[in-house]
């Protein structure tokens, strides 16, 4: 039987999430809050393959505080989306309100926002990975009574054509969009990690190499640098992600910058990696990796 390594490299530099023990408490009577959930999308038209960036503002619309988590008494719940397409509705995979989780982390003060992003790699859902158009849609459920759901927003997936073709015949013989874009690799019993991880390197460097300029090339770039700094070979995470750094409309420049304030705090070079914080924070407030971030280089 296979195994699955997930190498989320922009989840993975944060140690913990930084959880508040408010003893806030919205509705105490049981009765329904439904706080604003809006859905956006900087881009509204992918290529077959290209990762989705959806981005999640929760505000306060209830004129009472949303109360954040409690490790003593976590609330469970989620924060998904669903695609909609012929009729049929499928679910995004979001994210799991829980301890560990940086939703509601900390309570929403009427009037207030949060907002993160979403990135969904097209690969377990399949019928996402076709061309057309999908109605997406936002759902915050936290048991027993937050429920807000958003107005939807239109997105188009297209063909690719070109070097994008090329790109995409390359990303279907070599693995699969997660193994390009999130470093999801299948370990064989038996086979060395090490092994699996030189050729997944390999791969990735070959395709940034040839396809950099393609709709994929940025994502395949941070997950190669990725690779890099979890080898501990920072110099070569620097000068695969320093490509990145001015891509302000990348949808994972938060990652790029923390991973190079990282990799710089990593070879003791503090001025670089403050450098990338302040750049991160800057460029990224909204961010949920500042935080962290600002912890790791000044620890």
């Known amino acids: 039987m296979s195994r699955m390594t997930y190498v989320h490299f922009f989840l993975s530099l944060i140690a913990v999430f930084l959880i508040t023990g408010s003893e806030s408490v919205a509705q105490e009577d049981g009765s329904r809050v439904s706080p604003k959930v809006e859905l956006s999308s900087n881009n509204r038209t992918y290529v077959q393959f290209e990762p989705l960036a959806l981005v999640f503002k929760l505000t306060n619309t209830t004129g009472q505080p949303l109360p954040g988590q409690k490790v003593s008494a976590p609330r469970y719940g989620r924060l998904f989306a669903t695609a909609s397409r012929e009729s049929r509705v499928e679910e995004i ?54 429920h807000a759901e958003s107005t939807p927003i239109t997105i188009e997936i297209v063909e690719p054509g070109g070097m994008d073709l090329e790109a995409s015949r390359y990303i279907s013989n070599k693995g699969s ?89 990593r070879l003791g070079d503090t001025a670089k990696a403050e450098e990338y914080l302040e750049m991160l924070k800057s460029k990224r407030p909204n961010s949920e990796l500042v935080k962290s971030t600002e912890i790791l280089v000044r620890q």
């Not at 009427?110 to 690969?123: A, D, K, R, Y």
């Not at 910058?257 to 710089?264: N, P």
């Open 93 to 146: 995979p979001g994210f799991s309100l829980d301890p560990n989780s940086s939703i509601l982390t900390a309570p929403i003060m009427p009037g207030q926002s949060q907002e993160l992003q979403l990135i969904f790699v097209p690969t377990e859902r399949r019928r996402l990975l076709q061309p057309g158009k999908y109605e997406i849609k936002a759902i915050l459920d936290v048991k027993p009574n937050i």
């Open 177 to 265: 969009p997660a193994y390009f874009f999130e470093g999801l690799l299948i370990m064989p019993d038996g086979v060395d990690q090490n092994a699996v991880w030189a050729d997944a390197i390999r791969n990735l460097e070959d395709f940034v190499a040839l396809y950099s300029e393609t709709a994929y090339g940025d994502y395949a770039t941070l997950t190669l640098g990725g690779f890099y700094f979890h080898q501990m070979e920072y110099g070569l995470a620097i000068q695969t992600l320093a490509k990145l750094a001015d891509k302000d409309g990348f949808p994972r420049l938060d990652s790029v910058l923390t991973t190079l304030a990282a990799s710089y705090k």
